[in-house]
């Protein structure tokens, strides 16, 4: 439940959280920190890898050149796009896994040592 700020909740001990409290916090902040330091490069690298191919199919014909037989450039990019994409997933949901960790971590921390408004 929400008070009339927004900012606090019950947890289920009946006991309000202070969640500005919990956004002010090292450990949070250092959570935070770590997200937007892995997420950033990832995303710029994805989007830069995506889209290259109708940018480099577009404008050049580099990728028109055989690779191997009558396969082109192309096909290899376009190929390591879908593996690009699994790989991308792969470490995504292995590292959130560990934020999710941390974040379970904060929470139980903030409610026990004080989290709670009062």
């Known amino acids: 439940m929400n008070d009339e700020s927004g900012y606090n909740s019950i947890d289920e001990s009946g006991q309000a959280i ?9 450990p949070f902040q250092k959570l935070m920190h770590e997200r937007k330091k892995f997420i950033v490069p990832y995303t710029i690298f994805f ?17 028109n050149t055989p690779a191997f037989g009558d396969i082109s450039w192309v096909w290899m990019f376009a190929f390591a796009q879908f593996i690009m ?34």
């Not at 202070?18 to 090292?26: H, L, R, T």
């Not at 989007?47 to 990728?63: H, M």
């Not at 929470?107 to 709670?116: L, P």
């Open 18 to 26: 202070d969640f500005e409290k919990v956004e002010q916090s090292k």
């Open 47 to 63: 989007l830069v890898f995506y889209f290259l191919l109708p940018i480099l199919t577009s404008y050049t014909n580099f990728l």
């Open 85 to 118: 994409t699994w790989v991308l997933c792969t470490i995504y949901v292995k590292k959130a896994s560990s934020f999710d960790d941390q974040a379970n971590d904060i929470i139980e921390t903030q409610i026990r040592n004080g989290g709670k408004a009062s």
